[in-house]
């Protein structure tokens, strides 16, 4: 079936350092892609999305692009701050539910 | 905006013992979805609904029951619980399928012991 496969972590970068979180996805079709975070304590909150291919969702600095080609949805960052430090699930939607990956735990420190 | 809210935030059962996670939403969203969430798992769909009256099966649905008579309200029965329900339970809702996001709640933290 449809599928997310994210690298593992946990990640732990410096501020201001470059973060790449890798996404791959199996599907049938041509399904929506999603980034996912969950700070301490609460539910996952949308970050950013992209419904076809080429597509580049964008939202508080992080920015991903749909790739057909490679079956990818990489999550970047240019500068990372002590804030981001969540955990982040990449997501597809193949019919009436999400499927989402394990989730990358990112600590960033000072 | 209260979005979708969970309650309880924390419970604890023991084996054999039922109980109900309530949820709600005041969006207006058609589709609702239990998940759990295991640690270095992701989360897996319990249950969902597509509007009222309407529930499915998701990936992890034994020992799990759920209903749907309002728009608003999409309670999950755990009967005879076991510890392997032990799990962050979260529920979500959106105003359809395809691209729309999900909205999650806070989650209830529930141990079996």
């Known amino acids: 079936g449809d599928s997310v496969t994210q690298m593992e972590g946990p990640v732990t970068l410096s501020e201001e350092a470059f973060l790449t979180i890798n996404c791959t996805y199996t599907?049938?079709?041509?399904?929506?892609l999603f980034w996912y975070v969950q700070y301490p304590g609460e539910g996952l909150q949308l970050l950013l999305k992209?419904?076809?291919?080429?597509d580049k969702g964008s939202n508080k600095g992080f920015e991903a692009t749909y790739r057909k080609e490679t079956t990818s949805f990489h999550l970047e960052k240019g500068s990372v701050q002590v804030s981001d430090s969540a955990v982040y699930f990449c997501?597809?939607?193949?019919?009436?539910?999400?499927?989402f990956g394990a989730g990358t735990r990112l600590t960033v420190k000072p | 905006n209260a979005g979708v809210t969970q309650t309880p935030k924390f419970r604890i059962l023991k084996i054999g013992q039922s109980m109900t996670l309530q949820c709600t939403q005041d969006?207006?969203?058609?589709?609702m979805y239990w998940y759990r969430q295991d640690p270095g798992m992701g989360l897996k769909l319990i249950y969902y609904?597509?509007?009222?009256?309407?529930?499915d099966k998701g990936e992890v649905p034994n020992g799990y029951n759920v209903s749907r008579s309002t728009t608003e309200d999409f309670p999950l029965r755990l009967e005879l619980a076991a510890p392997s329900q032990t799990s962050v339970y979260f529920c979500?809702?959106?105003?359809?399928?395809?691209?729309?996001?999900?909205?999650f709640g806070n989650g209830t933290r529930l141990t079996v012991t």
């Open positions: 609904s597509v509007g009222a009256g309407i529930t």
């Open positions: 997501a597809l939607t193949p019919n009436n539910d999400m499927r």
């Open positions: 969006m207006n969203h058609n589709y």
């Open positions: 599907a049938t079709g041509y399904p929506s």
């Open positions: 992209a419904t076809k291919a080429d």
């Open positions: 979500a809702s959106s105003f359809r399928t395809g691209n729309s996001p999900l909205h």
